[in-house]
């Protein structure tokens, strides 16, 4: 089991195998294809009776697996690109994250929609971004995203047994990404629960000298903030300490930070964001914006995201216009030097 | 009770209901918006007349009637009105947005249809014979989410009956500006059977109902009833862009109530109309009554 | 011309008089009904074969209105309410707002999308939504609200002319707030351009003290900022200017924030974000961001914004929900005690 | 050239454009993705006959061939594919968002129906006889944006030809499992008269479509044209589930190229085949050699 499309594809086996209630649906899940990026392959072969393939409609098949939800089956849906969230946003946002409050509360919609988003596979403006930013506020859903740092497929368990609805953020690249990346043996990690069942890793190059910066990333991105953080360290001695976090919304009870990333903070006082969306109204703006809220001192803050454009498809274009290693380096280099300054 | 005397009992409780609700708008009582179910009551009673226990229905902003006769607490539904805590969602839904044992009721044309679809299909994957019932107007069958539904429900046989309530408006917009093609031609499109009836007449509605679920919950497929229906009353609550004439000819020609009357013997009817007269105005003053919400409930 | 309401009346019939190339797509914009909040009132009657009303298909007219556009006319479409932009989001994401692009940069989509956002009238869920946040930060799309400080009709007719797509976010409440409000005859302000063709308005109170906080808003809540600002400088002694945007994406060229906010911020050192939506991931996160990235000092920071919850219908429920003047007063006063403390 | 040769050839520069696609993917000169057209060219070939200057073309993922076909510039779309500075969207669009003149491709299935259908009714309120040609496959058909289109299209009578090329399979799912009715009576339940044929003869699609689109130009409504037609390649590359028999079967009796072939002199198609072969090459050479776009216009 030693990526993360593995751990995932694993996790739904476990998850079949646990729970009779458990169902997947999603364009093009069947074996021997097994879903366009194979994370649900074998699931048909083995559950043959649980895995529904769909017509291309993604609006509909959510709202099919809301109503299975509400009559308590355990749907896990997949959106074959994550570009395919806009298509879902009134199911989500006016539908299956409502029902639960406005029904008087009690009702359970446990229900989990899974889909890649990301780009750097030339795929074009409608087949690269990533639109998570969307549904982060959005009351009543919970945002996760799996990080090699932590456990893919636990998380996705979790999230099948989550009473509520989920919206669990991959990454098309990620998929390839191994847990037990040898190029990752110089960096050790602690864990700690975020939120709910969520994880927070907080990652340092081992027997390194006290950080400077607190990197806050997840999904793909925290890898490639991983890959900056011992950049940083052996080339040039900027020590930082990377909190990858499971749960993208909410982030943690009211207004507050995760305490992974509260505790860093409190420490470095400096802050680097990281995701792979455009950045304006990102996933950092929130971060950065409790950050402040909840410190006493004046923070060094930076966020490192896509250029606000969208996502072209030439290789040497869209490299410029998604961050990279390089950027966040180059981003946390900045920010350190101001600060010094 | 006799069938005929229970049906129009239940009609008479929506009609009286709601003309409550447009009589105390005014006063401000209720808070917020409502979409009466007036010269519509013979669909609600003449088709939930035949769910079962474990059957689920669906329905849209004009809830109330369907509400009433799926066989939903009035006082609760009065209190939901009004934002009461004793409201059947504590004041949460209000009027569009309703929930109680296997009823439910959203807001947002259309988005429902996939939903009910689901729950139809549950049954199924289940292997129970459960139906789920869901009604929509002839306006939201503008919404595309509808066609995925219907696909959906053909491929994977839901036992959902899909209620078109087609009063030929919607809002202010007659049907003429907002649809081409058929109804039922839009069903068969998508290998879903429609049944159009034409009628006001409780007893026919519920005749072909009854027809429509049996054949759903037996053959474990989606089917279709389209009803030509009235709305008298405006779409909300004053807005009313008809001519006056034209709705008085609607009331003249198809009142469900007035339709069904002549089943029963004048003293029943009076007997009947002062018991839910009564119903309706205890239900009323009772969830005046009641409480406020808790305002933690809603801010946390 | 005294109400917001009357105001975007006649910018549109202004427009649509000015040029033959306006068309009004909407449910049940036809008269005598004029569209369910009368904002396209008399427009069907003065131009006819131009007010097109259509069926209750959100996405689908919205597509055609980026067909008419993409064709050289300027369509202004209405969403009857604000909440069901959630059925819009793939045309507006992954279409119009791209398609300009996409296609290699040279295309206009001259197409304004009209909706009003906004609760308070006991609508209940699915109809009470403030939810332009959801398209904040989309490249390619400019997001507009107006304000009885500025000039409502003005703007829109503006939009109408941008040659580029537009999201105008109206709010239900502010229609009937009257441009020359008496009630604000204490306050002072001065106008500014603040990106385009969209302008910045600085609201003082005629002849208070150096302003010791800056408050940022926009739309409805941008009038109850403002009596929350007559409020705090006659009962509290805190004086404030209040900083109306009528952009709110993009805030300012990369990065930077507008300058009327910029200006002001440097003055008071302390800034309250105020906005309709739900806190987190609002509005107000991309304005602290981008207030503390773009800071030497360290700033006082708080943001006041509709609970995480849905809106619910009961009077009561719904009041302790949204932001209203006191909590406005509230969180300043807090802040401002938080700074002299 | 005859008629008949200028079909061949048309045809024959989408089946080595596209083929030229798959064969050099594997060298990296590509970047992201492709959907080959390689079965259907009668169809883009058959139906862009019939346009005329001022008339637009919607197209989806698969429209390499609806681009050729339509007259666009085939170095600057294998510089698009490329995405090479010299691309006709710059690199921007890459292989599944094109544009140039009247034409247009989105990757997002079945969201351009609306927006084909607003282009189409733009030319009808400017009173111009413009027309609008909008492709899309079977499996699109589930998204339910185009029947909000099609309603406004036959509503509103736009002058757009909806081109269904029914492959009887999306991705790797085949129409079974995700089509319940039938295409026609969709269009027909919608207002939308649709013609229906199985043909891989570019002739007789051609004639079908010469009558559909005086039709829709005439008439100035919509009208519908379902193709029963063949993929004969993989869905995107190396992606293809059915069995190697199946595809053979379809070869074997299907292809366009083939059909067409024998209404040529052997002669002639030779000259014709070494004459796009060294189009293609030259095309390709060229695309190769154009220079990456310059970054500041991606990050800007
Ligand atoms: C998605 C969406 N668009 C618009 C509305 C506003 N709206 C509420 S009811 C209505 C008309 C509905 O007509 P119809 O479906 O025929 O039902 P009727 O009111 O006639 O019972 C409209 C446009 C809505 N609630 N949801
Ligand atoms: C909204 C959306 N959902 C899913 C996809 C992924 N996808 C691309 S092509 C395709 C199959 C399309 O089948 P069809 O419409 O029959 O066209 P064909 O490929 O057969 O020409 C799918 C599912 C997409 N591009 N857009
Ligand atoms: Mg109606
Ligand atoms: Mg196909």
Redo the contacts with the bound molecule.
């Keep these: 089991m030693s990526t993360v499309l593995e751990s995932l594809n694993a996790g739904l086996h476990g998850a079949m195998e646990a729970n009779e209630s458990v169902y997947i649906l999603g364009e093009d899940v069947l074996d021997p294809y097994g879903g366009a990026f194979k994370v649900t392959r074998g699931l048909s072969t083995a559950y043959p009776d649980r895995v529904i393939t769909t017509p291309v409609s993604e609006a509909g098949f959510v709202g099919v697996a809301t109503g299975l939800a509400l009559s308590g089956l355990r749907p896990v849906v997949e959106i074959m690109f994550g570009d395919f969230v806009t298509l879902i946003t009134?199911q989500v946002i006016n539908g299956l994250s409502k029902y639960g409050w406005m029904y008087g509360g009690a009702l359970e919609i446990p229900l989990v929609i899974r889909t890649p988003m990301g780009g750097r596979r030339g795929y074009g403006p409608t087949h690269s971004q990533t639109l998570e930013k969307l549904f982060l506020g959005v009351p009543g859903l919970r945002v996760l995203a799996p990080s090699a740092f932590t456990d893919p497929g636990g998380l996705l368990r979790a999230a099948i047994d989550d009473p509520g609805p989920v919206l669990f953020v991959e990454n098309k690249l990620q998929y390839q990404r191994r847990l037990d990346d040898p190029a990752f043996s110089a960096l050790e990690s602690r864990l700690q629960v975020q939120e709910g069942y969520a994880t927070a890793a907080t990652v340092g190059v081992a027997g390194a000298p006290r950080p400077q910066l607190t990197i806050a990333a997840y999904g793909d991105m925290a890898e490639r903030a991983a890959e900056a953080q011992l950049k940083m360290a052996y080339e040039l001695e900027i020590f930082s300490e990377l909190v990858v976090l499971e749960q993208l919304d909410p982030l943690g009870p009211s207004g507050d930070l995760p305490r992974a990333l509260a505790d860093s903070l409190r420490q470095t006082g400096c802050l680097l964001t990281v995701e792979e969306g455009t950045h304006t109204h990102g996933w950092g703006a929130e971060v950065v914006a409790r950050a402040v809220e909840t410190s006493a001192q004046k923070l060094g803050i930076a966020r490192v995201a896509a250029f606000d454009s969208p996502v072209p498809a030439s290789r040497v274009l869209e490299a410029s216009v998604l961050p990279d290693v390089d950027v966040i380096v180059g981003a946390a280099q900045k920010l350190v030097a101001a600060l010094d300054g | 009770m006799s069938d005929a005397a229970a049906r129009y009992r239940a009609m008479l409780r929506i009609r009286r209901f709601e003309e409550t609700i447009l009589d105390k708008f005014p006063t401000g009582v209720f808070h917020g918006t409502t979409?009466t179910y007036i010269g519509?009551e013979a669909n609600a009673v003449g088709i939930l007349d035949h769910i079962r226990e474990g059957d689920s229905v669906f329905s849209?902003?004009?809830c109330h009637g369907h509400f009433l006769a799926y066989g939903g607490d009035m006082r609760g539904l009065f209190a939901e009105l009004m934002g009461k805590a004793t409201g059947i969602c504590g004041g949460r839904g209000g009027s569009?947005h309703i929930h109680w044992r296997r009823f439910y009721s959203n807001?947002?044309?259309?988005?429902a249809i996939p939903v009910a679809t689901g729950m139809g299909l549950a049954g199924r994957l289940r292997g129970d014979d459960d139906i789920v019932v869901v009604f929509?107007?002839?306006?939201?069958?503008?919404?595309g989410v509808i066609y995925e539904a219907l696909n959906m429900a053909a491929l994977w046989r839901a036992p959902v009956l899909y209620v078109v309530?087609?009063?030929?408006?919607?809002?202010t917009?007659p049907?003429a500006l907002a649809m081409a093609g058929t109804i039922p031609g839009r069903f068969e499109g998508f290998g879903v059977p429609a049944l159009a009836i034409a009628s006001s007449d409780v007893d026919e509605i519920s005749l072909a109902a009854s027809k429509a679920i049996a054949e759903v919950r037996d053959g474990g497929t989606p089917q279709a009833l389209v009803i030509d229906t009235n709305?008298f009353a405006p779409?909300?609550k004053g807005d009313d862009t008809r001519s006056q004439e034209a709705i008085e000819a609607l009331w003249a020609t198809s009142c469900p109530i007035e339709i069904h009357a002549s089943r029963l013997d004048p003293n029943q009817r009076e007997e009947l109309a002062a018991e839910v007269a009564e119903e309706v105005s205890q239900a009323f003053a009772a969830a005046l009554a009641d409480p406020e919400p808790d305002v933690e409930v809603g801010a946390a």
């Design positions: 009134d | 979409h519509q849209n902003h004009r569009q807001g947002v044309l259309g988005s929509m107007g002839d306006g939201a069958m503008g919404e309530e087609n009063n030929r408006i919607a809002q917009t049907i709305r779409h909300s």
